[in-house]
Structures are given as structure tokens and as C-alpha cells.
């Protein structure tokens, strides 16, 4: 193990984004969770938030990745880090209509 190699582990690691900043995804859904949460003021939002918020991001982002990939089902299985099958299941179950090497979904 050299002083060099170590340099570089060091610098790889300064390379990887930080999930937690300003633009990231995270950040997003953290701002658009205290909105929703502010839309109910002193209350609860009704039972079964973690269904709803899983149905209400699957869709479009299902849809986001068949329009990168053209409606390549591998190439957008495995961007999302699912199974093809999976994916054509929630395809089915979500009703999602799309033509494979088309934008427009």
C-alpha cells in the first residue's frame, strides 16, 4: 500500500454526490413532504402515508425511465435495480401505455 493509492481511495471518495444536498432527490422529497404535512395542519394526514407516497412516485418515475431508455425494459429494469419481471408487473399494474423506442409515453 502506497501513500499514492491511498491519495486516490481518498479522492474517490470525494467524488461520490452527496445524497443529502440542496438539488438532490432527497432534498426534494423532503421539501415537498413538510408541504404536504403543512397542508394538514395540526393533524395527522389520514393512515397509510407510505402507500400513498409509493403510489404516487412509482408511476412517474416508471414512466421517466421507459422514456430515458427508450422502452427498453432491461436497460430500465436494471437503471431502477429491479427485476424485468417486476418491472412489467408494475407496467400491468399500474396501466402504464407505452411503444418501445418512443419518447412519448
Request: charged share 20%.
Amino acid at each position: 500500500i502506497s501513500v499514492s493509492s491511498i491519495e486516490e481511495q481518498i479522492n474517490s471518495f470525494q467524488k461520490i454526490p452527496n445524497i443529502h444536498s440542496v438539488g438532490s432527490l432527497s432534498a426534494s422529497v423532503e421539501k415537498n413532504l413538510s408541504h404536504y404535512f403543512d397542508l394538514h395542519k395540526s393533524s395527522y394526514p389520514p393512515p397509510g402515508l407510505y402507500n400513498r407516497v409509493i403510489h404516487e412516485v412509482e408511476r412517474p418515475l416508471i414512466l421517466k425511465t421507459l422514456a430515458i431508455t427508450k422502452g427498453n425494459q432491461i436497460k430500465a429494469a436494471n437503471l431502477l435495480g429491479i427485476n424485468r419481471n417486476t418491472l412489467r408487473k408494475k407496467i400491468n399494474y399500474l396501466d402504464i401505455q407505452y411503444k418501445k423506442s418512443s419518447k412519448e409515453f
